[in-house]
């Protein structure tokens, strides 16, 4: 059985570079249908400025509807855009739902809201610490290579003038 937080997960997506729930999700989570969460919002519209909440363009709805895999609903789907709510809108409808049901789902989308603002975080830390490992590696290589450069001309240059060698031993023909 997926958790409730995994399931959640599921339901965020990026939409105008935040993470926000659909209506419909929202809607699922708390056993309503979306078409009541839609007017209980409305009719609460100043809780809900545009950094809360905002409705998906056409092209928003078919790129998320492509990428998630949601039929086009033709038959007796959507009259309206969804509507996309940021964390903060999540936790608006706790004031504006004040059903148990509601509060405690909020409970679990705030807590994986928060999850994946954490682990946003962790991988940005990693990033750095990949970034600077790297610098790392290439001062080590490139310090390293010189010092493997000096060694091939230091053995270059053996090679190239080998020492002059004393014969031992006696000459055949020796001058007195």
């Known amino acids: ?3 409730k937080l995994a399931q959640i997960q599921g339901m965020i997506y990026e939409i105008r570079g935040q993470k926000v729930m659909l209506d419909s999700d929202l809607a699922a989570l708390y ?3 979306t078409s009541n969460l839609n007017k209980a919002v409305k009719r609460n519209l100043e809780r809900f ?3 809360f909440m905002f409705q998906l363009t056409q092209k928003e709805w078919e790129n998320l509807r492509f990428q998630i895999g949601i039929s086009s609903g033709k038959h007796g789907g959507r009259r309206f855009m969804p509507y996309a709510f940021t964390e903060q809108g999540v936790a608006m409808l706790a004031t504006v739902l004040s059903s148990p049901k509601a509060v405690a789902v909020n409970i679990n989308v705030m807590r994986t809201f928060v999850k994946l ?3 946003v975080l962790s991988q940005n830390g990693a990033d750095s610490q990949i970034a600077e490992l790297r610098k790392l590696l ?3 290589i490139e310090k390293n290579d010189k010092r493997v450069n000096e060694i091939i001309i230091a053995l270059n240059n ?3 003038s080998s020492p002059k060698t004393k014969t031992i031993g ?3 023909n ?3």
């Open 1 to 3: 059985m997926v958790s």
């Open 158 to 160: 053996l090679v190239e």
């Open 174 to 176: 020796s001058e007195k």
């Open 31 to 33: 056993e309503v249908e």
């Open 138 to 140: 290439m001062l080590y």
């Open 49 to 51: 400025p545009d950094d």
């Open 117 to 119: 603002r954490q682990y």
């Open 170 to 172: 006696f000459r055949a």
